[in-house]
């Protein structure tokens, strides 16, 4: 602690520390602790509004997160005829397929509306959903895959044949990249909007974390 206890020492660090701290802390440091708190208190209290928005899009980052990985793995996939590549991309397109409904859909206010997405890409929204629906989420009729069963008899003994029939867009569909560089920055620009609303009504800057998302 500085010989001086007028003012905190400038650190590039930041600490944090319980209000309960506070009564431990010389006068002068307490009195412009606790003034700190106070401003910070009402500054909340009047933001509600906007605070609340903002939680809700905090909401979609996890399936944005899983979108955005899925569709980096699939523009990274590799053709195989080899059942292993093939059941990779069947997993990699489900995850996809999931990910993007549940940032659609989200939960808690946090979703977004088709009319928000370009006019050329709403008819590729329209297939991911039905997509989810009868393929991924349940097993009813979807132009992509098809079950049969055959029979062959020799004369004395039945044979029984299953066939299936997969469709799928190698890779991802090409439009799915620009659709989740769409979702990306509109949910980017839903939080700046946000923050400019918070430093119009408290007076106080609001920033949030900046730089590439993780690997």
């Known amino acids: 602690m500085p010989d001086d206890p ?23 440091w307490r009195q412009s602790f606790q003034t700190m708190a ?13 605070l609340l928005q903002l939680y809700r899009i905090s909401n979609s980052f ?8 899925a569709q980096k793995r699939l523009s990274e ?12 991309l069947d997993m990699l ?7 993007y409904v549940r940032l659609h859909e989200g939960g808690k206010g946090s979703g977004f509306g088709r009319d928000i997405l370009p006019e050329h890409l709403r008819s590729v929204h329209d297939e991911i959903i039905q997509a989810r629906n009868k393929r991924f989420a349940h097993n009813d009729d979807h132009h ?9 008899f020799d004369g004395s003994r039945f044979f029984v044949k299953f066939g299936l029939s997969l469709g799928y867009h190698i890779g991802g569909r090409t439009e799915w990249r620009e659709l ?5 920055q509109y949910t980017v620009e839903r939080m700046e909007k946000v923050l400019a609303r918070l430093k119009r009504k408290t007076g106080h800057e609001w920033m949030m974390p900046r730089g590439p998302a993780p690997d």
């Open 6 to 28: 007028g003012e905190p020492e400038k650190d590039t660090e930041y600490y944090s520390l319980p209000e309960e701290a506070l009564q431990f802390f010389p006068d002068e």
């Open 38 to 50: 106070d401003n910070g208190r009402a500054a909340l209290d009047a933001a509600e509004k906007e």
């Open 62 to 69: 996890t399936a944005l997160v899983a979108l955005k990985h």
């Open 77 to 88: 996939y590799k053709f195989d005829t080899d059942m292993n590549a093939i059941m990779e």
């Open 93 to 99: 397109t489900t995850a996809f397929v999931v990910a």
């Open 144 to 152: 992509s895959f098809s079950n049969n069963i055959g029979f062959e």
């Open 180 to 184: 989740v560089s769409f979702l990306d």
